[in-house]
């Protein structure tokens, strides 16, 4: 069961960047480099705002994309948000292996997959979104691709929502849960509401449900306000 760390609105994205800056530092003390995964879609900004500003090695830093949207419209990528996180820092800079290829999504796949083939199997931080339909990553439960995405062992696979847009690539289950540290970073009453409404139903196939029950390195962080 995940650890919940609940702060008010205004203090969450700050108490977030300062527990994934101290995570990136003691995994760089151990081995020289953090590998840290982040997610898209538009709750992480002002934690990453916050981020930011952590004085840290950032040139020994390598951030993976959780998933990513396959649509030639920039503002839709995560990409593009990530990319804005990076230069906002200071001084040098952290790699980012992205994601997106003007590609079918098939070839896309299988470049992200050699893409980080060097990464190690365990990342040492994977810091994770939630829509309020319960998908986290880009692992929609309605999608057809949904057993393969969670059973498979391939880092990266294709998704297609049925409901949400766009084509994604995204992080396969089986590579999240090997993660040394999974934050899912879910701010705001709403979503604190329905992380615990999918989590209390035991039948959910949501990949909350999955995260929560198989993973002991989660931890929640939210705010009730
Ligand atoms: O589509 C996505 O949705 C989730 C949640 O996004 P948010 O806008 O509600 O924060 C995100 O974690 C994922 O990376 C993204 O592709």
Redesign the pocket.
């Known amino acids: 069961m995940a650890k919940e760390h609940i702060y008010s609105s205004t203090d969450l994205p700050q108490r977030t960047a300062q527990v994934v800056a101290a995570k990136m530092i003691q995994a760089i003390a151990a081995r020289g480099r953090c590998y840290c995964a982040l ?6 900004e002002p934690m990453l705002q916050a981020l930011a500003d952590q004085t840290l090695p950032w040139e020994k830093v390598v951030l993976l994309m ?2 990513e ?1 396959l649509t030639d419209d920039a503002n839709a990528q ?1 990409q593009t948000m990530l990319n804005r996180f990076i230069e906002r820092i200071p001084g040098s800079k952290p790699q980012l292996i992205t994601l997106f290829e003007n590609e079918p999504p098939d070839k896309a796949c299988i470049m992200a997959n050699h893409k980080v083939s060097d990464c190690p199997t365990q990342l040492d931080i994977i810091v ?5 339909d319960g ?4 692992l929609f439960p309605d999608a057809n691709e949904f057993q393969t995405a969670m059973g498979c062992k391939d880092r990266y696979v294709t998704v297609m929502p049925t409901e ?1 847009p766009y084509q ?1 690539l995204s992080m396969s289950f089986h590579w999240i849960a090997q993660a040394s540290e999974l934050l899912l970073y879910i701010p705001g009453a709403d979503k604190l509401h329905c992380f615990h409404s999918i989590t209390s139903s035991a039948d959910s196939i949501s990949p909350i449900n999955t995260l929560n029950a198989q993973c002991p390195q989660l931890s929640v962080y939210s705010s009730k306000d």
């Open positions: 997610s898209g879609g538009s709750s992480p959780v998933d949207r995560n994770l979104g939630m829509g309020m998908h986290t990553a880009s949400a994604r």
